[in-house]
T-cell receptor, first 115, second 110 residues
Framework: DAGVIQSPRHEVTEMGQEVTLRCKPI?????LFWYRQTMMRGLELLIY????????DSGMPEDRFSAKMPNASFSTLKIQPSEPRDSAVYFC?????????????FGQGTRLTVV | EDQVTQSPEALRLQEGESSSLNCSYT??????LFWYRQDPGKGPEFLFT???AGEEKEKERLKATLTKKESFLHITAPKPEDSATYLC???????????FGKGTRLHILP
């Protein structure tokens, strides 16, 4: 398996524009996590899915953020409208079954810059 | 609220100088504690999982230990290639949210 695949690797956009980040988890993993990483706050969990269903979105900062998982092999994180404070590295991770205490596997991340 | 605190924030060591990184946690019913390594521009890479107090895991120059309140990542005779950010994460008992600390940036000088 190629691991967790995220696209794009880098995104530069203007304030107010819509941004969509994409993730393909490892095949067979039941859980998918979206994290945001900044120097100030470290890795913050935004939302996670179990079997394509959103379980906990309490980390989503505000209504401008939304995430979907239409099938087991694809998820998106959308920011609309984007703001400069959204600039960060966004990671997607997948895990077989955290309930069995298995680690999460991370993608390479998308570095988002909002100017 | 579940929390993970790592210290120090940054650490500079000479090559061969052993030290330890700390991860303190407050969590309801710990099911597992993870250590990850993160290189610049890359995603976190899994190192260890610890399940219960008293457990230890080793990999090359790294050894992770766990008590009821904290975990240590001991690095013995480090080399420059061990320079990275080391992240600690916990899996609480009540849900499947994996919560991370802010990490320790380790720099090994040749």
């Amino acid at each position: 398996d190629a691991g967790v695949i995220q696209s794009p690797r880098h995104e530069v956009t203007e304030m107010g524009q819509e941004v969509t980040l994409r993730c393909k988890p490892i095949s067979g993993h039941d859980y998918l996590f979206w994290y945001r990483q900044t120097m100030m706050r470290g890795l913050e969990l935004l939302i996670y899915f179990n079997n394509n269903v959103p379980i906990d979105d309490s980390g989503m900062p505000e209504d401008r953020f939304s995430a979907k998982m239409p099938n087991a092999s694809f998820s998106t994180l959308k920011i609309q409208p984007s703001e400069p404070r959204d600039s960060a590295v966004y990671f997607c991770a997948s895990s077989p079954r955290p309930g069995l205490v298995t680690e999460a596997f991370f993608g390479q991340g998308t570095r988002l810059t909002v100017v | 609220e579940d929390q993970v605190t790592q210290s120090p924030e940054a650490l500079r060591l000479q090559e061969g100088e052993s030290s330890s990184l700390n991860c303190s946690y407050t969590v309801s019913g710990l099911r597992g504690l993870f250590w990850y390594r993160q290189d610049p521009g890359k995603g976190p890479e899994f190192l260890f999982t610890l399940y219960s107090a008293g457990e230890e895991k080793e990999k090359e120059r790294l050894k992770a230990t766990l008590t009821k309140k904290e975990s240590f990542l001991h690095i013995t005779a480090p080399k420059p290639e061990d320079s990275a950010t080391y992240l600690c994460a916990v899996l609480p008992g009540r849900d499947d949210k994996i919560i991370f600390g802010k990490g320790t940036r380790l720099h090994i000088l040749p």
